[in-house]
Each structure stands twice: as structure tokens, then as C-alpha cells.
């Protein structure tokens, strides 16, 4: 009777197993920003709850959402999606919505609040330029960005309206608390897109993704780039001849969902809690530029004096810049983006 | 003059060849599996609003997009150019491997080949590395004083045509190189002979009898060139947009599968009409042939 016994021990090990440890899988986007999320947000916090947690990288999480949410082989309980994405995501009903009894509503300031992708750090869309280029006299605001008879040199933007179409309409001097009102016209968005045609033919570029951004700044292929500061902060810290600006920078938030029909929902709450505690949020600016957005995060010290100036939401940097604001992109961004690919084909 | 033959050896025939015909049912299979189901699928949802309730919508939208259009021109600029770049460098280029001494044609072969062996994404961005303001080639040009100001080589069309062409060069050189070499060097000696220039010997020998080869490498050509993404996304710098671009900015800005589909579609669609095209040209060539041999 011996193998009973040792067969119903190994059916007692096996049930008792999922209780001990948890498995969950966590989508980010990989690279270098995925690294930092490793060591300063999901590592530690799954370590703390005991989890066991693996890690996919995409870099284009809302595609691979819908793919798994529709086909219904849903292989992660976490993803990482830029709010814009994220409300995206939301509307197509493709999240669970966020359980706020065990994550802390409290963490986020109410023009960031989401009910189904949880902001925790953000990032500017701003002005970099060579510092070869312009020396101790770079341009220094979106006007004079488009002003190529002042500042000449070879620009660089986004492939995509998102961010560009509120960055030409702050250089035609529309002030921040006003762009999504006047991009709420037919003629603002009109005037933006006119604005962008305007700049056209002194565009070299139009990237397709932050890692080229970066490039074409430290190579000089570009003068002027439209880059995130993370990105930026990457080339000048590696020595690159590259300065920039938070001034008008469009401040955009990422955050963390969960698939709709996740296997593991609780767990995947428990982690996005723990994992965006104020500590881990603002260790994750030991690797990269990214600050956080629960304002918590900024007491206490956590972040060094000298790092704050580096961070698009830190308070000193906060005044003249505008927040991406996700619920317009969900209304209007197809059309948006229309107008700009067919300014692009003109 | 009839022929009598052994109906036993016709019965052995038809079982050899139902023999093959049953061993080629595992590779018919995988196709059926891999690219028949996936056809049909995209078919499907090219007619599926993003609530799955079935539309036309998608056609209405797509086709009536002065985007779709210019996508197509540039899809249809980029493939025919590559083609033609492809013929004008790759004809000399097999014309030179399939005279030279075998150890010659084979060690070029080995460099022509080289290209085939590395990572696409890699030679993309080994393009940049030459081509950009720069870079090795425009250092060498504005260092020399050949010109002054760096020429615009990459982060356009000129730049996606270079990596086009650098793709699909030894694809088109595989089979012109095969059907050149399989030409029997005696006819090319019995024309000599008989007082044919070079260029005669090319026009009226050579190329009829690699006509075949040259076909097969230019429908190679076109149908992937028509598909291409990644070397215009990292080339184009954002300017070249042909559909498979579009069909990117629909999948993943707009999560529009409909519309995704209704592009896959159109690719498709071209590249049946191109098949259809070049074998009429074809058969047409290879009548006009016939008809001058008769003449």
C-alpha cells in the first residue's frame, strides 16, 4: 500500500501548493523602463507578498490586449499601458475594473484617477536640442521652436498626433488650461494641424519610437527633437550633446491594468497595491526619469533634492505644462490622428 | 504514327505519380492550415464592426480614405522601383556569376548570399549607420569635397529604396543565376560562331532562354516587396507610408481590425492582380517567340 501513500502526499503537495505560492504574470514594455520596474516596484513587492511572479515584455501592450481579451487566451494578470491606451482599453471593456477596496484611491490626484488603469508615474513630452547646435542660446519655448528663421536646423517629431497637435497649438501661444477646449472645435484642431504642415518641410524626421528619438538627438541627425525627458535625460547623462526643457512639456501618465477574465484578479490588485507603494514609486527614479504621480511620493525625502528638477511632475516643474488628458484622446483621437496622417501624406 | 504502350506501365505510372501525390498531403495540410484559415479569418472580420456585427463599413471606410489611395501609390512606387533596380543590377550581376570559373562564381556567390543570412532588422539599422548625415558615406562625400553639404540619403525614399533593393537583390539573383548557368555554352559558342556580336548573343540567346528565371525573381521581388513594413518604419523617417504601414496605424492606434482586414485584403488583392499580370506577359512573351522562331 505504499505507493497510495506516497501518492496521496503528492496530491496533498500539489492542493497545497497554489496557496503557498502564487503565480502571476506581469506585462511591461522591457528595455531599460522595464528593468526599473523590475527592481524598484514588482520585485520587492512580490518578495513581500510571497508571489511569483514572471515577466513578459511588448511594446505594443493594447494590441496584445485586444488579441488576448478577444481570443480569450489571456496569458497575463498585470500590463503596463500609457493612460491614453489605458482608457482606450477601458472602453472596449478589455479591463477588470480596479478593485479600490484593497489599492488606495486615495494615492491619486483627481485629474488622473481611473477607474480601470492605475496611474503611478508620468512622463513630459518636451523640447531637446543639440547643445552643438545652439550653444548657451537654445530655443526656448514652442514658438520659438517653429520660428526656423531664428532657430534654424533639422526638427524632429512624433510620428502621431498624440502630443503634437497640443505642442502646436502651445506654440501659437494658446495657454495650457485652454488647448483641450480649443481642441474641441472642428477649427482648433484644424489650426493645430495647420500649424504642424507649417513645420513640415523642416522636419527630418518623424520617429516612430522613443528609442529612435533618442538616437537621432545623440547622433546630431536631428537639432531640435520632440522626445520624452526620460529620453533625454538617457542622452545627456551618456554625454550627448543634448539639453532640454520641462517648459510646455505635455505630461502623460502610464499604468497598470488588469485583463478582462485575468486568471488571477485578486492577486493582480495585491500587487498593483504594493507595488506602487510611495517608496517603491519613487525608487523607481534611481533608474529612470519617470516621475511618480502619487503626490505622497514627493514627501518624506524619498526622492533626492537634486533628482526633483529631472521629474515633469515635480512641483517646481509643474506651471506651464499641460496634462495629457486620456478622455479626449478616447473621443477624438481616431479623428485626430486622421488629420494628421493626411497632413503627412499632403 | 501511333505508339502502342504496355497498359501495364501506364497503370505503374498513374500509381507512382498517386504515390507522390500522397506524399506532398502533410506539406498541403500545413498550407491549408497556416495560410488558407487565416485568409478566411481576416476575410471575416474585414466584414466585423468592433462589436462583431456584420457590416460593410469597414470597405466604405477604407476605400474611401484618400489615405488608402496614396498608401497604395507609395506601396506600388516602392515594389516597382525595388523591381527595377533589382533587374538593371541583378541581370549584369548573373550575367558575370554564371560565365566566371566555378571557385570565382562561387565565392561571390558566397557575398551575394551574405545578406540573405543576417537579421533583417540588423541591416536596417546597419543602413542607418552608412547612410545618415553622418555617417560613413556622407563623411566620405563631404570629406573629399565631392560635395558640401550631406546628401539627404536616408529618413526618405531614397534611403527605403536602398534597404529595399539590399533585401531583395539575392532573390532575385537565385533564380536568374540558375536558369544562366543551365544556358548550354554551346549555343553561345554556335552563335558566335555563325558572327553574333555580344550584344546579340545577350538579346537574342541569353535572355529568351533565362526569360523564365528573370520571371520567377521579379514575381519574388514584387510580392515581398509589396508587404514590406519594417524598412520603410525605420528608413522612411516617417515619410514613406505605403499600406502596410496603414495597416500597422490601424491595428495598433485604432484597434480597427475591420479596417486592418479590409488593407490586408487590398494587399492581397494587388498581389493576385500582379500573378495575374505577369503570367499574361508571359504567355504573351512566350508567343511573340514562338511566332518570331516561326517566322
Do not use: H
Given at each position: 500500500m505504499s505507493w497510495l501513500r506516497i501518492s496521496l502526499t503528492a496530491f496533498a503537495i500539489s492542493a497545497a501548493l497554489p496557496v503557498h505560492a502564487q503565480t502571476l504574470t506581469i506585462t511591461t514594455a522591457g528595455g531599460d523602463y522595464g528593468n526599473a520596474m523590475k527592481e524598484a516596484m514588482w520585485g520587492p513587492a512580490a518578495k513581500e507578498l510571497g508571489y511569483d511572479v514572471r515577466e513578459e515584455t511588448l511594446s505594443d501592450g493594447l494590441a496584445a490586449l485586444k488579441m488576448q481579451v478577444t481570443s480569450g487566451a489571456i496569458a497575463t494578470d498585470i500590463i503596463h499601458l500609457g493612460s491614453p491606451e489605458g482608457a482606450q482599453a477601458a472602453a472596449q471593456s478589455l479591463l477588470e475594473p480596479l478593485d479600490y477596496k484593497i489599492i488606495d484611491a486615495k494615492s491619486v490626484p483627481e485629474g488622473a484617477a481611473s477607474d480601470y488603469c492605475y496611474p503611478f508615474d508620468s512622463y513630459g513630452t518636451v523640447m531637446s536640442w543639440n547643445t552643438k547646435t545652439y550653444g548657451e542660446n537654445p530655443p526656448k519655448t514652442w514658438a520659438?521652436?517653429?520660428?526656423?528663421?531664428?532657430?534654424?536646423?533639422?526638427?524632429?517629431?512624433?510620428?502621431?498626433?498624440?502630443?503634437?497637435?497640443?505642442?502646436?497649438?502651445?506654440?501659437?501661444?494658446?495657454?495650457?488650461?485652454?488647448?483641450?477646449?480649443?481642441?474641441?472645435?472642428?477649427?482648433?484642431?484644424?489650426?493645430?494641424?495647420?500649424?504642424?504642415?507649417?513645420?513640415?518641410?523642416?522636419?527630418?524626421?518623424?520617429?516612430?519610437?522613443?528609442?529612435?528619438?533618442?538616437?537621432?538627438?545623440?547622433?546630431?541627425?536631428?537639432?531640435?527633437?520632440?522626445?520624452?525627458?526620460?529620453?533625454?535625460?538617457?542622452?545627456?547623462?551618456?554625454?550627448?550633446?543634448?539639453?532640454?526643457?520641462?517648459?510646455?512639456?505635455?505630461?502623460?501618465?502610464?499604468?497598470?491594468?488588469?485583463?478582462?477574465?485575468?486568471?488571477?484578479?485578486?492577486?493582480?490588485?495585491?500587487?498593483?497595491?504594493?507595488?506602487?507603494?510611495?517608496?517603491?514609486?519613487?525608487?523607481?527614479?534611481?533608474?529612470?526619469?519617470?516621475?511618480?504621480?502619487?503626490?505622497?511620493?514627493?514627501?518624506?525625502?524619498?526622492?533626492?533634492?537634486?533628482?526633483?528638477?529631472?521629474?515633469?511632475?515635480?512641483?517646481?516643474?509643474?506651471?506651464?505644462?499641460?496634462?495629457?488628458?486620456?478622455?479626449?484622446?478616447?473621443?477624438?483621437?481616431?479623428?485626430?490622428?486622421?488629420?494628421?496622417?493626411e497632413m503627412m501624406a499632403r | 504514327m501511333t505508339v502502342t504502350v504496355d497498359p501495364a506501365l501506364l497503370a505503374d505510372a498513374r500509381r507512382e505519380r498517386r504515390f507522390f501525390l500522397s506524399l506532398s498531403l502533410p506539406a498541403l495540410f500545413i498550407v491549408g492550415l497556416a495560410a488558407i484559415l487565416p485568409i478566411l479569418w481576416i476575410i471575416r472580420q474585414s466584414f466585423l464592426t468592433t462589436g462583431g456585427e456584420y457590416t460593410v463599413g469597414n470597405y466604405t471606410k477604407v476605400l474611401s480614405s484618400g489615405l488608402t489611395w496614396s498608401a497604395l501609390v507609395t506601396t506600388l512606387e516602392l515594389s516597382l522601383g525595388t523591381l527595377a533596380i533589382c533587374i538593371v543590377l541583378g541581370i549584369p550581376l548573373a550575367l558575370a556569376l554564371a560565365s566566371a570559373r566555378p571557385r570565382v562564381a562561387n565565392l561571390l556567390m558566397a557575398f551575394v548570399m551574405l545578406p540573405l543570412w543576417t537579421a533583417i532588422l540588423v541591416r536596417t539599422y546597419g543602413w542607418l549607420v552608412l547612410l545618415r548625415r553622418d555617417g560613413l558615406i556622407n563623411a566620405a562625400l563631404t570629406g573629399s569635397g565631392l560635395t558640401a553639404e550631406p546628401l539627404p540619403l536616408v529618413y526618405n525614399f531614397t534611403g527605403t529604396l536602398i534597404g529595399m533593393v539590399h533585401y531583395m537583390l539575392p532573390l532575385f539573383l537565385l533564380p536568374v543565376y540558375a536558369a544562366m548557368r543551365d544556358i548550354d555554352p554551346n549555343l553561345i559558342r554556335a552563335s558566335a560562331s555563325m558572327g553574333a556580336t555580344l550584344g546579340q548573343v545577350i538579346r537574342t540567346v541569353i535572355m529568351p532562354l533565362s526569360a523564365g528565371g528573370i520571371f520567377s525573381g521579379s514575381v519574388i521581388v514584387l510580392i515581398y516587396s509589396i508587404g514590406f513594413f519594417i524598412t520603410p518604419a525605420v528608413l522612411g523617417g516617417g515619410k514613406v507610408n505605403p499600406l502596410s504601414t496603414r495597416i500597422e496605424r490601424a491595428l495598433s492606434t485604432f484597434q480597427d481590425w475591420g479596417s486592418a482586414s479590409v488593407l490586408g485584403i487590398l494587399l492581397l488583392v494587388l498581389m493576385a492582380l500582379i500573378g495575374v499580370m505577369l503570367l499574361a506577359a508571359r504567355r504573351l512573351l512566350a508567343q511573340t517567340t514562338v511566332a518570331a522562331a516561326h517566322a
Open positions: 520659438e521652436f517653429w520660428d526656423v528663421a531664428k532657430f534654424p536646423g533639422r526638427r524632429a517629431l512624433r510620428a502621431n498626433a498624440q502630443d503634437s497637435i497640443e505642442i502646436a497649438l502651445l506654440s501659437e501661444g494658446v495657454a495650457p488650461a485652454d488647448v483641450y477646449a480649443v481642441l474641441s472645435t472642428p477649427e482648433g484642431l484644424e489650426r493645430a494641424i495647420m500649424r504642424l504642415e507649417a513645420i513640415k518641410p523642416d522636419v527630418a524626421v518623424w520617429w516612430t519610437s522613443g528609442a529612435q528619438s533618442a538616437q537621432l538627438l545623440k547622433d546630431g541627425e536631428a537639432d531640435l527633437v520632440v522626445t520624452w525627458n526620460g529620453r533625454a535625460e538617457t542622452v545627456r547623462k551618456d554625454g550627448g550633446a543634448a539639453d532640454y526643457t520641462f517648459k510646455g512639456s505635455v505630461i502623460g501618465t502610464d499604468c497598470l491594468g488588469v485583463p478582462k477574465g485575468a486568471p488571477n484578479k485578486e492577486a493582480a490588485m495585491k500587487l498593483i497595491a504594493a507595488m506602487t507603494q510611495p517608496v517603491r514609486v519613487a525608487k523607481l527614479t534611481d533608474f529612470i526619469a519617470y516621475g511618480p504621480v502619487n503626490p505622497a511620493a514627493y514627501e518624506g525625502g524619498l526622492i533626492p533634492e537634486d533628482r526633483l528638477k529631472t521629474l515633469a511632475t515635480a512641483p517646481e516643474n509643474a506651471g506651464t505644462s499641460v496634462f495629457s488628458n486620456s478622455q479626449w484622446w478616447v473621443k477624438n483621437g481616431e479623428a485626430a490622428q486622421q488629420a494628421f496622417d | -
